[in-house]
């Protein structure tokens, strides 16, 4: 009897050991639900219009599922910073090296990654990939460049540099995106602060407010305007003007004299992302020249297909502009460590 108490006993302990493994076992996978491990799909958080197209291409290629989050640069980083303790994605993608190296300088970025196909970047492309190799540059567009409404303003009274929009004819005639959401907008704002100097930048911006600027959350709400005549020019990124000109809008486009600010598209890997090996190759089909003529296409981009190509080799759209253009190369690892305070002070004085 007493023996069999033992048994049964041990057989209740044994039996409760395993429930408690099991429990154990399901809060473990409960708290990978959210990660790419949990779908087994390779998690994709891009700011890019083709993005949709690629992400297809390479599955098809690959058989490797891609889950695609498309959303605003500013969002995405929102979000990458708020998963920090659970990443839910393996590869992000957008325009802006400052942004992309301020995700490095918190140590989210997987290192020393080394796609076969790197060694097809163009000299430019190549100098902005930083020493650590956290993320490729893989294509360039200018951060901003002036457009103005035909309608409004004649050729002859064009602006032909950033401070030519100080003169009286754009006076309340401005406008901008804000630097806070629109990914390619902080670059462009970083250049500014770094040729003219911090406080010459900062009193061209204050400027423009005082004189009636607008400041508009993102792309679709600043071409808008320009192309109703609501405002005469805008600093805005040279794909977006170009894809509102190739669509019919009265709008033509100013390389300013003094320079524009080159802005890479980059991709990075999550350092904790569980398909890194996916990632690796989903990087390595950007890097390639099948990758880079499905982001070409504007069926798949729109404006965000006339960009400038990472790759040797491989032409960018006709309707791109490619000469005549000065191009300035922003400090990135500065632009990156100022960047919190920067966007700070220009919600505060700028766009408020």
């Known amino acids: 009897m007493g023996a069999e108490l033992f048994r049964s006993g041990r057989f209740v302990w044994v039996l409760s050991f395993v429930v408690i493994v099991l429990i154990l076992g399901g809060c473990g996978a409960s708290a990978k639900q959210g990660s790419s491990s949990g779908s087994g799909q390779l998690v994709l958080y891009s700011a890019q219009g083709y993005d949709s197209a690629m992400a297809k291409a390479f599955q098809a290629k690959t058989g490797i599922k891609v889950k695609l989050v498309d959303d605003s640069t500013g969002n995405l980083v929102a979000k990458i910073e708020a998963e920090r303790s659970n990443p839910h994605w393996d590869v992000a993608w957008f325009d802006g090296d400052s942004t992309m190296q301020g995700l490095d300088n918190q140590g989210m970025l997987l290192k020393n990654v080394t796609p076969g196909n790197a060694k097809n970047l163009t000299p430019q492309i190549k100098s902005m990939v930083p020493a650590d190799k956290s993320y490729y540059a893989v294509s360039k567009t200018a951060a901003a460049v002036i457009g103005y409404n035909t309608k409004s303003v004649l050729a002859s009274q064009a602006p032909k540099d950033w401070t030519d929009l100080l003169k009286p004819r754009f ?182």
Not at 233 to 244: E, G, N, P, V
């Open 171 to 352: 006076k309340n005639a401005t406008a901008m995106n804000d630097p806070s959401i629109s990914g390619p907008t902080y670059p462009f704002v970083a250049g500014i602060l770094q040729t003219m100097g911090t406080t010459q930048g900062k009193k061209f911006f204050s400027t423009l407010k005082a004189d009636g600027m607008n400041v508009f959350p993102t792309n679709d709400n600043t071409i808008k305007a320009l192309s109703s005549g609501q405002v005469k020019a805008a600093m805005l990124q040279d794909t977006a003007l170009l894809d509102a000109k190739h669509s019919g809008s009265p709008v033509k486009l100013v390389y300013p004299s003094s320079g524009v600010f080159a802005l890479p598209g980059c991709i990075s890997i999550d350092k904790n992302a569980p398909n890194k090996a996916a990632a690796k190759k989903f990087i390595d089909f950007v890097l390639s020249p099948e990758g880079q003529k499905v982001m070409l296409n504007p069926k798949n981009g729109g404006g965000d297909s006339y960009f400038i190509p990472g790759i040797k080799g491989v032409k960018p759209d006709p309707g791109r502009p490619v000469t005549g253009i000065k191009w300035v190369t922003v400090n990135a690892k500065k632009a990156a460590a100022n960047e919190n305070q920067i966007k700070q002070w220009f919600h505060a004085n700028i766009t408020q």
